[in-house]
Structures are given as structure tokens and as C-alpha cells.
């Protein structure tokens, strides 16, 4: 079945609130019920808090995927780092241990949107929600400091290579990106992406 691609104006994006929160409910995620639990068991509570902000992404009526949101920092001091971090260290002062980032706490997107699935309808959703995640990271670099987008992937899901085509880079380097992947206790490989991918 060939899928609908979707294309950003098709989409609402609304923080989560107490006047749409009802929709979680019918939130379905059969890839990562992990991510489908939080969004329904925690991250209201959390987006209360302030200790992370949630957004629900909507294709007319329906919730078709949610992402939270958080501030975050990317050490610098990584066994056997990626050559970029490296880098990073030669342009900053003797000091500076980590870089300002805003993480990618959760990201999902329903069955019904997840063009993995031979079953979903639509494709496309999860580039418009990065996209939507940049402005945010753009804007925010323009009032505090910024410089990194991070994240953990998923293994189970392959999210680590999704994000890989985005642009993101391990943050250990080749050898050990891989030793981190063939231990089974290890379910999330750390990520970073440059806003100005340029060091």
C-alpha cells in the first residue's frame, strides 16, 4: 500500500495541556509501548512540573505522534569520544567540560504514522516533528547558550539510525558506538546533532 506523505502544513502542533491531554488516551504505539506508557502515565505531570514540555503533534483530529522536550548538556569527558567532540575542545578555553544542549527526551509517533510499519497510511511525520524540534533549539540559542541538539536511541526500534540520516553523530567514537551496541544492557545509544554543523 503506498503510503501519504505529509507535508508540515498538514499539521497542528499544541503543547500538552489540560484542555487536550484527553487525547493521549488513544494514543497507540505498538513499536515502543515504553514511549507509549510515558506519554500517557507521565508526561503531563512532568510538563506540569517544568521539568520537561511536551508537544502533541495533530493530523486533523488525530494524535498522530507527541515529542518531549528538555534542556541537556553534552560532556566533553567521553571514554573514546567522537572525532567532533574533539574539535569541540580545541575552540573551547581549558575548562569547559560540556556543551549547552536542548535534549530529545521522547519521540514517537503512532502505528498508524510509522512508515516502518507496512501498515501505516502516512510517512513523512517524524522529519516534520525534527524540524519543528530545530526551530526550537534555534530559538533558543538566540536567548541562552545552545549549541547541540542530543538525545539516547533507541536500539530496539533502530531510532539510532533514523536519527543518523537526520544528521546526528554518535557521541563515542566508531569502536565504541559498536561495543555499546552488542551489549544488551546498554537500550539507548547517545547522540548529538550541531546547529551549525560546522566546528
Not at 24 to 47: G, P, R, Y
Not at 49 to 56: A, I, P
Not at 97 to 109: F, N, Q, S
Not at 121 to 127: D, H, I, R, V
Request: hydrophobic share 35%; charged share 25%; glycine share 4%.
Amino acid at each position: 500500500m503506498k503510503k501519504i506523505t505529509l507535508e508540515p502544513e498538514d499539521i497542528k502542533v499544541e503543547p500538552l495541556s489540560e484542555s487536550n491531554k484527553n487525547h493521549i488516551l488513544n494514543f497507540s504505539s505498538t513499536v515502543c509501548q515504553e514511549l507509549d506508557a510515558f506519554l500517557k502515565e507521565n508526561a503531563f505531570q512532568e510538563h506540569i512540573l517544568g521539568f520537561s514540555k511536551t508537544y502533541l503533534y495533530f493530523y486533523r483530529s488525530e494524535l498522530a505522534g507527541y515529542v518531549t522536550i528538555l534542556t541537556d548538556k553534552q560532556t566533553l569527558r567521553l571514554e573514546r569520544p567522537h572525532q567532533d567532540l574533539k574539535r569541540f575542545q580545541t575552540k573551547t578555553e581549558n575548562g569547559y567540560t560540556t556543551i549547552p544542549a536542548l535534549k530529545i527526551g521522547r519521540m514517537r509517533v503512532s502505528d498508524n504514522f510509522n512508515s516502518q510499519l507496512e501498515t501505516a497510511k502516512y510517512c513523512g511525520l517524524g522529519k516534520i516533528m525534527f524540524a519543528s524540534i530545530l526551530d526550537h533549539a534555534k530559538e533558543l540559542s538566540t536567548k541562552v547558550g545552545c549549541r547541540v541538539i542530543t538525545t539516547h536511541a533507541k536500539k530496539s526500534t533502530g531510532a539510532y539510525l533514523w536519527y543518523q540520516k537526520l544528521g546526528f553523530v554518535y557521541s563515542h567514537n566508531e569502536e565504541k558506538t559498536k561495543e555499546l551496541l552488542a551489549k544488551e544492557e546498554y537500550n539507548a545509544i547517545p547522540m548529538f546533532y550541531d546547529l551549525k554543523r560546522i566546528i
